[in-house]
């Protein structure tokens, strides 16, 4: 069965960095364009990166130019660098393909607090 076991989050500082992984498993990942989500306290899910099979990413407005989407077809995996959190950013963090072909992992929680 399919599966996307997200990793990575944490506690940071306003301005620190984390690097999410998203291991995916029970499909063929390589021919699936990827993407991740967050949703916040109180509020929707919302789709923050994608990125195509081949690499091209697009971000929402609310992180471009402070999150990297990146994708390893060898392992299954597709990442996402924040840097310059700030305490807006703070959710849980989940992946998916951009029209949430599957059922939602457990995602990981990201705080950003002083």
């Known amino acids: 069965q399919v599966q996307l076991v997200e990793s990575g989050g944490g506690l940071v500082q306003p301005g620190g960095s984390l690097r999410l992984s998203c291991a995916a498993s029970?499909?063929?990942?390589?021919?699936?364009?990827m993407a991740w989500y967050r949703q916040a306290p109180g509020k929707e899910r919302e789709l923050v990166a994608r990125?195509?099979?081949?690499?091209?990413?697009n971000y929402a407005d609310s992180v471009k130019g402070r999150f990297t989407i990146s994708r390893d077809n060898a392992k299954s995996t597709v990442y996402l660098q924040m840097n310059s959190l700030a305490p807006e950013d703070t959710a849980v963090y989940y992946c998916?393909?951009?029209?949430?072909?599957?059922?939602w992992g457990q995602g990981t929680q990201v705080t950003v607090s002083s």
């Open positions: 998916n393909t951009p029209v949430q072909t599957w059922s």
């Open positions: 990125i195509s099979t081949y690499g091209s990413p």
């Open positions: 029970g499909f063929i990942f390589g021919i699936y364009a």
